[in-house]
């Protein structure tokens, strides 16, 4: 008894389902949000990765020139 009454706080299911449609427009705006974001951090860490295998054979290089 005690379970649903503390579920009926949280949960409500409108009995006019075009209560709906806010919650998915606002929904599916996020989730392209969150997709465009996680791939902007995807480009630019491929970006981070190039600038650092780049840095490293210039060191490699460095080192090779240093130690013949």
């Known amino acids: 008894m005690f379970e649903q009454y ?3 706080l949280f949960l409500y299911f409108p009995e006019d389902k075009s ?3 806010p919650a998915a427009i606002s929904g599916s705006i996020f989730l ?3 997709i465009f974001t996680m791939r ?3 480009k630019v860490s491929k970006k981070q ?3 650092a295998k780049m840095l490293e054979e210039q ?3 460095q080192t090779m ?3 013949s």
């Open 40 to 42: 902007f951090i995807i």
């Open 6 to 8: 503390v579920l009926a």
């Open 49 to 51: 990765e190039e600038k």
């Open 59 to 61: 060191i490699d290089k």
């Open 32 to 34: 392209i949000a969150a």
């Open 19 to 21: 209560e709906y449609i």
């Open 65 to 67: 020139t240093k130690g």
